[in-house]
């Protein structure tokens, strides 16, 4: 057996714990100082709406594995807390000329994406169900996960395959070395600290940073479809509009924002106004078209994606004798691009245990 020390429980550090629990020959230690059930600012997976809307330029794994997966879920396992519905991308002219170059500045909204052979039913919307402000829209199934049931639902996978539980902040990465619960110093430690491994000792990476991202949650269930839009004309460059009812009661996620370099936790009411009017615009179901004053708000709420200058850092690196795998930094895709991330992250582990003959399944 191999003893595994996973820092941080994220979707990024609890996806990675279970795919490793899964492999076997893993005895696994899961520290944080955030579990699912906390909400801080600072610990972004719980505030995810979240849905697939696939961002990459061009086909990447990260995406692209994780969707066989999630739609599995979704199909056949219901208390995971994800389910299928539409997703609608709608483009302005303005956005489109600019290449798309706005705060998701990504592969979403180009036209014929590389993702229309991944997700099922992509299709371009006839001109007639392209609303007024709007040059085009296409749309394609894709699922919703109540990150309130997925979060411990991971934490529930792992416990039954003997993962353990802890809690505790770490000043510097080595100091998991002695947190494994054998007693025993690990053979390998999993980095997943996300926004914090820019404060982390031993890490310290200066390319990470917050992409402030505020939402509504409201109770409001009246949209059939997951709205997303390719700009917004009220906002300063840094804000959205999305819609997306998250599974079994989860509410609806209004969004939202996406302002790097953002510290702030706190709930801006303006923004919470121009997110509220717009949801209600693209959507006036949400109301029955009453206006925002008919939303039945269940909390407004700030989380800071783990954006990184030049993406996610997914590689393996010895810090004072002992080897780290690093998987951080997955700004807005974190939940979308989950399983994909940690294959690769057992793939180095693979390589590492073979590398130090600890009876590697290579
Ligand atoms: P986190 O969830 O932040 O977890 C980090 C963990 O590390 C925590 O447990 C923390 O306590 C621990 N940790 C950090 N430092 C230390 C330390 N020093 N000692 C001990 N423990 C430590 N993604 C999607 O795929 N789809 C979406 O629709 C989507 N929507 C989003 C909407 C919003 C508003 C936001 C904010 C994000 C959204 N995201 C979405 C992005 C997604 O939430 C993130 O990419 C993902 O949650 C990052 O997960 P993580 O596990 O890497 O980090």
Known sequence: MSTI?????????????????????????VVAKHMPGDYDPEYTSPFAGANVLPMAPEYNRWEGETWPELK????????????????VLYRRAQDEAAGFAGPLSDGLFVRN????????????????????????????TSVCINTA?????????????????????????????????????????INATGLLSCRL???????????????????????????????????NGDELCYIMQRAAGGGTILGGTYMKGNWDGVPDPNIATRIMKRAVEACPALTGGKGIEALDVIRHAVGLRPYREGGVRIDKENINGTWVVHNYGHGGWGYQGSWGCAFRVQELVDEIKSELKLGSKL
């Open 5 to 29: 020390v996973v820092v941080g429980a994220g979707v990024s550090g609890l996806t990675c714990a279970l795919q490793l629990a899964k492999q076997g020959g893993n005895t696994i230690t």
């Open 72 to 87: 599995r879920l979704a199909e056949t396992c219901p208390e995971a807390g994800i389910h299928f519905q539409k997703a």
């Open 113 to 140: 994406p590389w993702y229309k052979d991944l997700v099922p039913d992509y299709v371009d919307l006839p001109a007639s169900e392209v609303p007024e402000g709007m040059s085009s829209a296409s749309s394609f």
């Open 149 to 189: 049931i997925y979060l411990p639902w991971l934490v529930g996978q792992c416990r039954a395959r003997g993962v353990v539980f802890k809690r505790a902040v770490l000043k510097h990465i080595s100091d998991a070395a002695k947190l494994s619960h054998t007693g025993r110093k690990p053979d390998i430690i």
């Open 201 to 235: 000792g031993g890490v310290m990476d200066k390319k990470v940073m917050p992409a402030r991202g505020q939402v509504v949650l409201v109770r409001n269930e009246a949209t059939p479809n997951m709205v997303c839009t390719s700009g917004t004309d009220d906002g």
